[in-house]
């Protein structure tokens, strides 16, 4: 529906508070159900601490995806070295939404809040998602902010293989389509 886009999320870094936002995406089996199934509960508060240890260390961007900036947190969008190809220089990014909230362009609004951020950084090379084949809504999601698909791989993912879709952002190409 044309109502439900949203026109503005922000990005705000994750921190030790948001914990309760993992656990509610990851062990949710409709959210997980491309990615090997849901996150057993018990192993939440280490992923997220391992995160949070990666922002601080200064090699992964790990964000809220919040309503506006002092709006509801929605979902995550993060960005590490890409560990599937022996790329230099080459990223990788994910991005997850609660259930409640999908749908409504606001995934959308923060890849493209991403790519323009990592773009003007400039260390991030050029940013791969790699959503299972399965994943009609991430793969659409990828094409529309600017992304083209180059291929499939095959990715290890908490253990399970997953077939997926390899996309790209050129970073040194201008401007995703809006």
Do not use: K
């Not at 948001?18 to 990851?26: G, H, Q, Y």
């Not at 280490?46 to 995806?65: C, D, P, S």
Request: charged share 25%.
């Amino acid at each position: 529906m044309a109502s439900d886009v949203v026109a503005r999320v922000d990005l705000v870094p994750l921190t030790r508070a948001d914990e309760w936002l993992t656990a509610a995406l990851e062990t949710d089996a409709a959210v997980m159900r491309d990615l090997g199934g849901p996150l057993d509960p018990a192993e939440v508060p280490g992923l997220h601490g391992r995160r949070v240890e990666a922002i601080e260390a200064g090699n992964t961007w790990y964000f809220t995806i919040r309503l506006g900036t002092e709006g509801p947190p929605v979902g995550t969008i993060c960005l590490w070295d890409d560990d599937h190809h022996d790329q230099r220089g080459g990223s990788e990014a994910g991005w997850m939404i609660l259930p409640e909230y999908q749908g409504r362009g606001m995934a959308r609004a923060a890849v493209r809040q991403l790519i323009e951020m990592a773009r003007a950084d400039g260390r991030w090379g050029d940013i791969h998602a790699y959503p299972n084949e399965t994943n009609d809504a991430s793969n659409a999601l990828a094409r529309s902010a600017g992304f083209t698909l180059v291929g499939t791989v095959d990715v290890e993912f908490r253990g399970h293989r997953l077939r997926s879709n390899d996309w790209v952002v050129r970073t040194s190409e201008p401007g995703a389509p809006s």
